[in-house]
């Protein structure tokens, strides 16, 4: 026997996600030939700071660097995810919140680029906390935002709605325009309180407004391999979820936050980050299962 002969950690095992599953390499996506029409892709977690946001940003600017045309929706009243980008939603005369509430708005003139080549942003200020109120008397109050966005979706592969932390008219809206929904997780203990909620009130929607709406995945984000914690509350939501679970996971670090600051994706700010890779790898995996374009 040669001495040479490789030791168990240097043979090729497979990757296994931290739930045991085998990872595979997802594929590098296909350039696509034309674009649209979109889909759309509410983030959704009525729980706060849970990675909603940074889940839009960074998946959204993933993607774009696929070559999908992506648009975000902000739908949350702070603009974080406008912010995220590099926009500033208070100094803009027309927002989201026009669009929803004038029938004459273009939104043409309201979407902005932002400085990811393929990513566009329609933005929100805090003018849409007002939308919320003065929806309620509309006709058709939930489908609101399904029908702004209609004259957009040729021109758009993936479409992905920004929520804010509530299960209120606005999430409504964005689940009865979505085709799927991404809902990201944060592992930490109380992680799982309110998903019954949330997945009872994205079946009333299905049941009533929207019959073709589907649990894309869950996402678990701000993961700490190193501590058990972290890893019993994944294997809680695959017990619970099963393959909705995403094998791709989130880790917990301060790039994230810090990209934030500096209003970029991970993908500009620290394209060799372990944060870049992981949700790049979100955007293969998301494409493998045929969940966006
Ligand atoms: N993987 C991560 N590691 C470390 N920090 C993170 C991670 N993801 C997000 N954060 C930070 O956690 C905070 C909350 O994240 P984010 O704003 O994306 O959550 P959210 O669900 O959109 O919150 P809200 O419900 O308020 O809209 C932010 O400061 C963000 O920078
Ligand atoms: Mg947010």
Redesign the pocket.
Known sequence: MSSQAPSSTEINEPRRDPVGRLLPDFPEPERLSGHGPARIIAMC?Q??????????INLAACLAEYGRRVLIVDF?P?G?ASVGLGINPHELDRTVYNLLMERSADIHEIIVPTNVEGLHMLPANIDLSAAEVQLVGEVARESVLSRVLRPVLDEYDVILV?C??SLGLLTVNALTAAHGVLI?LECEFFALRGVALLVETIEKVRDRLNPRLEVDGIIA???DPRTLHSREVVARVYEAFGDTLMQTV????????D??VAAEPITTYAPNHS?ATSYRQLARELIARGDAA
Do not use: H, L
């Open positions: 977690n729980k706060g700071g849970v990675g909603k946001t940074t889940t839009t949350d702070q974080a920004d804010q932390p990201p984000t701000m993961f989130i880790g917990r670090t301060v790039k994230f936050p990209a934030s944060g």
